[in-house]
């Protein structure tokens, strides 16, 4: 029997989804206010506030010089939990996307290499690749997204 991970896929924008795992989406917000970053890298320009902490607001559609999402269109923002080492503490982070995330089952026989629209950019930031149905989806690397020094 093949083993499968519950995940979430994910509308960022990017000309293919996003899948993250489930249990790293640790809540959904509609609409934040968000505060522009004068430095950083073009797709993590701003941040926001949640539960007294600055968060770094990603836009994955703006990796590889697309136009950004905004929080008009992206209508909710992903905090997402993730460590950067196997003993380090949970850290967060905020992923705007366009529609509400979708439950999905993802097993090892989907795996795909990363389609073309990623292939510039993405790499450093990419944990894998798949195909679900049609849809081609990148699995993002949190830790480094987040914290790309």
């Not at 795996?111 to 990419?126: C, S, Y």
Request: net charge negative; proline share 11%; with cysteine.
């Amino acid at each position: 029997m093949k083993r499968q991970v519950p995940a979430w896929l994910l509308d960022v924008g990017a000309p293919f989804l996003v899948a993250v795992g489930r249990h790293e989406i640790v809540e959904v917000l509609e609409r934040p206010r968000p505060f522009h970053l004068p430095v950083g890298p073009a797709w993590c320009e701003e941040l926001i506030q949640w539960r007294r902490r600055l968060l770094p607001l990603v836009d994955l559609s703006r990796l590889g010089g697309a136009e950004a999402v905004g929080i008009g269109d992206a209508h909710l923002v992903l905090i997402a939990g993730y460590q950067t080492g196997p003993e380090e503490p949970v850290e967060f982070g905020a992923l705007k996307v366009r529609n509400p995330p979708t439950s999905i089952q993802v097993s090892d026989d989907l795996a795909a290499p990363l389609p073309e629209g990623a292939r510039e950019h993405w790499p450093p930031l990419t944990l894998a690749a798949f195909k679900y149905g049609e849809a081609e989806v990148v699995v993002p690397d949190l830790a480094r997204l987040f914290n790309p020094g």
